[in-house]
């Protein structure tokens, strides 16, 4: 162990030991030259392992994301290994979790940052797999934002016959004798786990019967963050969520799922043509002359910036961009604000931003607007007031049944059936009540396209509605309808929506089994 005050290399000086684990320590340093605070971890190893460490080292260099520290420095003694890394300000969640319970819509924003974090990872080439999610090894920094600070490095150089990972948290795998290869949904497994952690403050089982069991029968888990934890957590890999993507799309609709099912028609003069369903985005431009419209500008650098119907980040800046140089006519002005606000709500879930730009809109234009704006304010206010956002959603309801056989109807349909089932209740009701939402939609929108009131190209909006009521049903455990609506779905979505057809078709194996 390092003394204080010791100086390593004529440049880290140790002020203090902040942890110390079987085969390693982790030091707080002060720069001798520049005064800036390190964090120094030393790693016991030997001759045989220590092309392990500088692997692993080699490895974290490559990380270049905000959730992770960076590496500064790195170099062997004859004892072991010194990482030098940047130095986090904060508490590791383990401490955060005892101190007392996070609200919901809280630890859905963690959950999300988090599960982007491990999905950068997956992203790279070669990828990495991180193997040791758990309380212990995330920070909460002064800021509120998360660090994942420590990739396990002790732990695989000092016992890489048994186990890679933490007993409870880990795969089963991650255990030496199954002989399996591990992959992403090793990584979701632990995902799970630390959902658990965070949500009931208790530290995960390492018989995984016994664990999921638990999780099961308690009926203070909202069932939508329940039947989460228990698609990642399944020992069979093939029935788990295939990746960390998978598990952010089902985050985004734990908040309100993003509008996957909405279709957009955006006329921009006459010289521009937009058209988004359900996970297909096309876009058309025609110059009519040497001058371009604005609008034509924009439209033709937001084409790279489409994927599965959605704007990405970047595409929403450069909509923001125009709105706020205000060069573009009230009509098209008025359309995108309309989409950025609904951006920021359902899919980014940056309410603050999303209240600023439905307020910039003409409620009575867009009169749903005032709905949105009453549940932004009550999104932003972290308080668990399901009571009046209950009441916000049955108002927003009730003005949506007025709009007729539209698209505008189906798409707030979709919309608020999420929201509800979004509330997180301990009785299971919101998602019951989503379910009932849906099924009463669904039947309304057979009616209407029976009697040939609506015309549902494609049956992308039947389709939609029988995907969501095949993962509400699961939540509620009324797996014989959701087996019924996910083989409708099946025979309804588009063949190339591939990820939302390998979903329903691993949980209608799952729920089979049962």
């Known amino acids: 162990m390092l003394s204080n005050g010791h100086v390593l290399r004529g440049r880290y000086r140790i002020v203090r030991c902040i942890g110390k684990g079987g085969t390693s320590s982790v030091y707080m340093a002060e720069d001798v030259s520049i005064g800036k605070k390190w964090a120094v971890k030393f790693i016991e190893i030997s001759d045989d ?54 609200s919901n819509r809280t630890l859905i924003s963690w959950w999300t940052d988090i599960a982007r974090a491990i999905q950068y990872l997956h992203d790279l080439r070669p990828s990495i797999l991180y193997l040791d999610l758990k309380l212990e090894n995330i920070m909460l920094k002064n800021d509120g934002s998360l660090k994942l600070i420590d990739f396990g490095i002790a732990g695989r150089i000092a016992d890489r016959g048994s186990l890679y990972g933490t007993p409870g948290y880990a795969a089963p795998e991650q255990y030496y004798n199954r002989g399996e290869l591990l992959d992403e949904r090793t990584d979701v497994f632990g995902f799970g786990m630390l959902m658990y952690a965070m949500y009931s403050g208790k530290r995960p ?8 069991d638990a999780i099961r029968n308690d009926r203070r888990l909202p069932g939508a963050i329940r039947q989460m934890i228990l698609n990642c957590i399944r020992s069979d890999k093939s029935l788990r969520y295939r990746n960390m993507d998978e598990i952010i799309r089902a985050l985004i609709r734990m908040g309100g799922e993003k ?30 002359g040497p001058k371009v419209s604005p609008a034509s500008r924009m ?50 879930r940056n309410y603050r931003e999303a209240l600023r730009y439905f307020r910039m809109l003409d409620e009575e234009e867009y009169p749903d607007a005032g709905y949105y704006m009453e549940l932004c304010r009550l999104q932003v206010s972290f308080e668990e007031d399901n009571a009046r956002y209950t009441e916000c959603l049955n ?40 379910a009932a939402h849906l ?76």
Not at 406 to 411: G, T
Not at 466 to 473: F, G, N
């Open 259 to 288: 509008k996957n099912a909405i279709l957009i028609k955006i006329a921009v003069a006459a010289a521009v043509a937009v058209l988004g369903v359900f996970g297909t985005f096309a876009v058309r431009y025609v110059v009519a």
């Open 439 to 514: 099924k009463s939609g669904l039947n309304d929108l057979r009616y209407a396209i029976r009697e040939g009131l609506f015309t549902d190209s494609g049956s992308r909006y039947e389709a939609e509605y029988c995907r969501r009521l095949c993962i509400i049903c699961e939540e509620t455990g009324d797996y014989e309808g959701a087996v019924s609506y996910g083989k409708e779905a099946l025979v309804l979505l588009d063949p190339e929506r591939n990820a939302e057809r390998d979903d329903i078709s691993r949980r209608i194996k799952y729920m089979q089994e049962q």
């Open 205 to 212: 089982d390492e018989d995984l019967d016994r664990q999921t």
């Open 49 to 102: 392992t220590l092309w392990l460490a500088q692997n692993e080292i080699n490895m974290m260099v490559r990380l270049d994301h905000v959730m992770f520290p960076r590496i500064v420095d790195a170099w062997p003694d004859e004892n072991g290994y010194f990482i030098v890394s940047d130095y986090i300000e904060g508490v590791t969640l383990d401490r955060v979790i005892r101190k007392g319970r996070i």
């Open 395 to 434: 108002e927003f309801a009730r003005y949506n049944r007025g709009l007729g056989y539209s698209e505008a109807r189906y798409d707030n349909e979709l919309m608020i059936a999420n929201l509800y089932a979004g509330i997180m209740d301990e009785d299971g009701k919101a998602a019951q009540t989503a």
């Open 299 to 348: 439209m033709e650098e937001l084409s790279d910036h489409i994927i599965d119907g959605e704007y990405t980040e970047e595409g929403i800046r450069i909509i923001c961009g125009y709105i706020e140089a205000g060069c573009l006519d009230e009509e098209t002005c008025g359309k995108f604000t309309y989409e950025v606000a609904r951006n920021y709500f359902t899919i980014q």
